[in-house]
C-alpha cells in the first residue's frame, strides 16, 4: 500500500510541475481516434515526401553519372583510354595496323612540337620578365 501511495504522490508531483503537458495528453485520449487518424497521414505524407525526394536525387546522380561517363568516353579517344579495355598504353596504335617505324616517328615529330611549343613560350616569359623591371631582387639581411 505504500508503494501505491508514492505512486500517487508522484503522480500528482508531476501534474503539478507540468499541467500543458498533461493536458495535453488528456485531450489525446480522449480524441484519440481523430487526431490518431490525421497524424498517420501527415506521417505517410511525411514519407511518402522522403522518398520521393531520394527518387529525385537519385535520378539526377544517374543522370549527371551517365553525362560523366558519355563526356569521358568522348574525350577518350584523344587520351588513349579504351572503353571496357582501361588504359590501353599503344593499343590504339596497334589497332590501327600502324609499324613501328611509323609510330616512333610519329612519336617523335608529337615530341618536337610539344618541344618547340615549349621554348618559344618560355622565350616569351623570358623575354617579358627582362622588360619588366618591377621584379627586381632586392638583398637584404635580416635584423633580429
Do not use: C
Not at 8 to 27: C, D, H, K, Q, T
Not at 57 to 62: A, C, H, M, W
Not at 98 to 118: F, G, I, P, T, Y
Amino acid at each position: 500500500m505504500a508503494y501505491l501511495k508514492i505512486i500517487f504522490y508522484g503522480l500528482l508531483s508531476a501534474i503539478e510541475r507540468n499541467p500543458i503537458f498533461f493536458m495535453v495528453i488528456l485531450l489525446l485520449a480522449v480524441f484519440a481516434p481523430f487526431v490518431i487518424k490525421w497524424a498517420l497521414w501527415v506521417i505517410l505524407g511525411l514519407i511518402a515526401f522522403a522518398l520521393l525526394g531520394m527518387l529525385f536525387f537519385v535520378l539526377r546522380f544517374r543522370k549527371a553519372q551517365r553525362d560523366l561517363n558519355n563526356q569521358f568516353r568522348q574525350a577518350g579517344g584523344a587520351s588513349g583510354f579504351n572503353a571496357g579495355t582501361g588504359f590501353g598504353g599503344f593499343s590504339h596504335f596497334a589497332s590501327s595496323n600502324m609499324s613501328l617505324e611509323e609510330l616512333v616517328r610519329q612519336m617523335q615529330a608529337q615530341a618536337d612540337a610539344a618541344q618547340r611549343k615549349n621554348t618559344t613560350t618560355t622565350a616569351a616569359k623570358e623575354k617579358k620578365i627582362q622588360n619588366d623591371k618591377s621584379g627586381d631582387y632586392v638583398d637584404f639581411e635580416e635584423v633580429r
